[in-house]
């Protein structure tokens, strides 16, 4: 496989930061490819060699975004310590808050969904004796209170959160 040319990721670097500013502004389903490529100072044609719709450009940011977990969750050897995953997972969730922030106004059910299968996946391959409904329902639980954090609805810090989400791993007894 080739290896990008330094035009092509400076155009794609340039049409993520355009739609990412847009979605301070509004929604998804409001911004245009117009939109896009003024705010991005490129021609249309630049935005077609690389995507066909808005869409596209937020899942890529989103796929790169479970993927960076995903590749976080493997360096830890064992699951078995709650501690370092929690840690983990609030460590990517506050270096990527802004991101998060911006994929669940813009498609919510997506970037949580995306994210609930690739920390089951993953915690499973660690976990053999856990079975998929114990799992399914700590994910929700924990996914639940990020949405709840990332939307602003409640009010606590990534602080409590990681000690509150630690306690109530060890009290489900099925992570550790």
Not at 48 to 72: K, M
Request: charged share 25%; aromatic share 6%; net charge neutral.
């Amino acid at each position: 496989m080739k290896a990008p040319y330094r035009n092509s990721i400076r155009s794609k670097m340039m049409i993520r930061e355009a739609l990412i500013s847009l979605l301070d502004k509004k929604p998804i389903s409001d911004i245009t490819i117009t939109d896009i490529v003024n705010t991005a100072n490129i021609n249309r044609g630049t935005f077609y060699n690389h995507y066909s719709n808005p869409i596209e450009v937020v899942e890529e940011i989103e796929a790169e975004l479970v993927q960076t977990l995903v590749t976080e969750l493997k360096k830890v050897s064992s699951l078995n310590d709650v501690d370092q995953l929690v840690d983990l997972i609030i460590e990517h969730m506050k270096i990527n808050e802004k991101d998060y922030k911006r994929l669940i106004k813009s498609i919510p059910a997506s970037i949580i969904d995306n994210l609930k299968k690739a920390l089951i996946l993953n915690i499973k391959g660690f976990n053999q004796t856990i079975s998929e409904i114990e799992l399914s329902l700590i994910i929700n639980a924990i996914s639940g209170i990020f949405i709840d954090l990332l939307k602003e609805s409640v009010q606590f810090s990534y602080d409590e959160l990681s000690q509150k989400l630690k306690e109530f791993i060890r009290i489900t007894g099925k992570l550790v």
